[in-house]
């Protein structure tokens, strides 16, 4: 298992918070070896208090082979499937743009006691024959409100 990092999951580029309204991100990895299952893509951070809105992901042609396919997870350091699950392709094709499969992803408040949350594809199953090149595409909607819940329900800002 190999963990790789794209260019806005580099450590000291850091997310930049705006206060109130819908931030949108986007990440490109662009691959240099075949992926293989447990393999982790470091797509991007988001900042502390973000509340998610979606996750949109999709692929170059990963997988070369005539059977078969690749899936796809993304989450973050508690939860590998947090946001996308199991996204599978077919043989030879591309991800067509996909989005967030998982329903308590959405509202999700990211980790409040750290000032930024990675946000990690994991390969769920391996490519029957695994491209060397190609391109990971993600992004990622969060509303930054800075607003936290308290146990009474109420929010404190």
Do not use: C
């Not at 949108?24 to 502390?48: E, N, R, W």
């Not at 077919?90 to 990211?110: D, E, I, R, W």
């Not at 990690?120 to 509303?143: D, Q, R």
């Amino acid at each position: 298992m190999t963990t790789y990092t794209a260019s806005r999951g580099l450590s000291g580029v850091e997310p930049v918070f705006h206060a109130g309204g819908a931030v949108a991100v986007y990440s490109t990895f662009a691959l240099t070896a075949a992926l293989t299952s447990g393999d982790k893509v470091i797509l991007l951070s988001v900042p502390q208090y973000s509340t998610m809105i979606d996750t949109i992901l999709s692929t170059d042609t990963l997988d070369t082979g005539t059977s078969g396919g690749i899936a796809f997870d993304v989450g973050d350091s508690a939860s590998s499937t947090r946001y996308i699950s199991n996204v599978k392709t077919a043989a030879s094709a591309s991800l067509a743009p996909t989005h967030m499969n998982v329903a308590a992803g959405l509202g999700f408040q990211v980790n409040t006691a750290t000032t930024q949350t990675q946000l990690v594809l994991t390969v769920h199953a391996s490519p029957a024959t695994g491209a060397t090149s190609g391109n990971i595409y993600f992004a990622a909607v969060y509303s930054n409100d800075a607003i936290t819940a308290t146990s009474d329900g109420s929010e404190i800002p």
